[in-house]
């Protein structure tokens, strides 16, 4: 069985820079036209200046003839201003990132005081650009399991209600309640999905012992909340995007008495969707997800050229690159069930 589909894009990757950005890029460019590139960079990509020479790096470690662009996202602070966001939208930025200080990987110059932002979101919506967001309570006394479901209560709800015309991505949805959130609001409100969240649950954090390659953040839920995505990717909900979320870590990092959060699923990223579609039995659905919602959603054109995927299992590397700095891969050493033949267009 073979699947043409028009060419998808990422709306959520982290490509990261040097050797790590030259390894992940290719994966990534082989599958996506566009990709919206996360600032959480150390330092992190705060101001326009650090967003223009971050892109430059990625189009110049672009394998030649390569046909794909970043989207370029800037990283709020405390002291981000209304100008900078201006000076951003100016480079040429796509949007902004919210991360709650602390909440994730890199994340601790992130934002301490959500309310204290409010100019800098009107700037953004005045703008165009469009609100990213981390959404996970920091709060040491919230459970790990619920953050997300408390930060769309306590801050998510408010906050699209205080900004009427801005933009705002629920990124890496994994709950029902951020679900039905996105579901219940208006227009300009969306999810991005990834696919280990379609297709893991929590268990896959303890098969037969710790696994700290299916540790992320927001951590995986229960069954229950990983059959709310699926439902509405199912569904083809219009507001549910493809946003990977790929995020690549050396193995040292990882393999650790405090491993760090991050899947890397870039190499495989569409061929795990495509697993996820085939079990909900939704595999009709997959190109408007991959490749309609998205620019859709944002107001950008729709992508042209092809990519194929081929019913046809294949063995996923043990790891890309050697000794501590190599990245393990979702499904290292096993199988995904589908594999990219190529494309058109690209
Ligand atoms: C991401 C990373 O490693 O940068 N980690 C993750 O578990 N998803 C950060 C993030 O997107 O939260
Ligand atoms: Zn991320």
């Given at each position: 069985m073979q699947l043409t589909l028009t060419r998808p894009d990422d709306w959520h990757v982290h490509l990261r820079d040097g050797d790590v950005l030259a390894r992940a890029l290719p994966h990534t460019a082989a599958r996506f036209r566009r990709a919206v590139v996360m600032p959480n960079l150390r330092p992190p990509v705060a101001t326009a200046e650090a967003l223009r020479a971050y892109r430059a790096r990625i189009l110049a470690a672009l394998p030649p003839g390569a046909d794909f662009e970043p989207l370029m996202t800037l990283y709020l602070t405390d002291r981000t201003t209304p100008d900078e966001v201006a000076a951003a939208a100016a480079a040429g930025a796509f949007a902004a990132k919210?991360?709650?200080?602390?909440?994730?990987?890199?994340?601790?110059?992130?934002?301490?005081?959500?309310?204290?932002?409010?100019?800098?979101?009107?700037?953004?919506?005045?703008?165009?650009?469009?609100?990213?967001?981390?959404?996970e309570v920091t709060d040491p006394d919230v459970d790990v399991f619920d953050r997300e479901a408390v930060f769309v209560e306590r801050e998510l709800a408010p906050l699209v209600e205080r900004h009427p015309r801005l933009r705002v991505v629920l990124e890496h949805v994994t709950t029902a309640e951020g679900v039905a959130f996105v579901r219940e609001a208006p227009p300009r409100v969306a999810a991005t999905v990834t696919a280990h969240h379609l297709l893991m649950n929590r268990n896959a954090l303890f098969a037969?012992?710790?696994r700290p390659h299916h540790y992320c953040l927001p951590v995986l839920k229960r069954e229950r909340h990983r059959r709310a995505l699926l439902e509405a990717v199912a569904e083809g909900h219009p507001r549910f995007l493809l946003g990977t979320d790929s995020a690549p870590h050396p193995a040292r990092a990882k393999e650790s008495a405090c491993g760090c959060a991050g899947i890397y699923t870039a190499h495989a990223a569409l061929e795990l969707y495509a697993e996820a579609f085939e079990e909900a039995g939704a595999l009709d659905r997959l190109e408007a997800f991959a490749a309609f919602h998205g620019p859709d959603f944002h107001?950008?054109?729709r992508n042209t050229g092809t990519v194929t995927l081929v019913r046809e299992p294949w063995t996923v590397p043990e790891a890309y690159g050697e000794g501590p700095e190599r990245v393990v891969p979702l499904r290292a050493g096993a199988t995904v069930r589908w594999r990219l033949a190529g494309g058109s267009g690209m």
């Amino acid at each position: 069985m073979q699947l043409t589909l028009t060419r998808p894009d990422d709306w959520h990757v982290h490509l990261r820079d040097g050797d790590v950005l030259a390894r992940a890029l290719p994966h990534t460019a082989a599958r996506f036209r566009r990709a919206v590139v996360m600032p959480n960079l150390r330092p992190p990509v705060a101001t326009a200046e650090a967003l223009r020479a971050y892109r430059a790096r990625i189009l110049a470690a672009l394998p030649p003839g390569a046909d794909f662009e970043p989207l370029m996202t800037l990283y709020l602070t405390d002291r981000t201003t209304p100008d900078e966001v201006a000076a951003a939208a100016a480079a040429g930025a796509f949007a902004a990132k919210l991360y709650p200080a602390g909440a994730t990987t890199h994340s601790d110059a992130g934002v301490t005081d959500l309310r204290r932002l409010d100019p800098v979101l009107e700037a953004l919506a005045e703008h165009g650009l469009a609100l990213l967001v981390h959404g996970e309570v920091t709060d040491p006394d919230v459970d790990v399991f619920d953050r997300e479901a408390v930060f769309v209560e306590r801050e998510l709800a408010p906050l699209v209600e205080r900004h009427p015309r801005l933009r705002v991505v629920l990124e890496h949805v994994t709950t029902a309640e951020g679900v039905a959130f996105v579901r219940e609001a208006p227009p300009r409100v969306a999810a991005t999905v990834t696919a280990h969240h379609l297709l893991m649950n929590r268990n896959a954090l303890f098969a037969g012992g710790l696994r700290p390659h299916h540790y992320c953040l927001p951590v995986l839920k229960r069954e229950r909340h990983r059959r709310a995505l699926l439902e509405a990717v199912a569904e083809g909900h219009p507001r549910f995007l493809l946003g990977t979320d790929s995020a690549p870590h050396p193995a040292r990092a990882k393999e650790s008495a405090c491993g760090c959060a991050g899947i890397y699923t870039a190499h495989a990223a569409l061929e795990l969707y495509a697993e996820a579609f085939e079990e909900a039995g939704a595999l009709d659905r997959l190109e408007a997800f991959a490749a309609f919602h998205g620019p859709d959603f944002h107001g950008l054109p729709r992508n042209t050229g092809t990519v194929t995927l081929v019913r046809e299992p294949w063995t996923v590397p043990e790891a890309y690159g050697e000794g501590p700095e190599r990245v393990v891969p979702l499904r290292a050493g096993a199988t995904v069930r589908w594999r990219l033949a190529g494309g058109s267009g690209m």
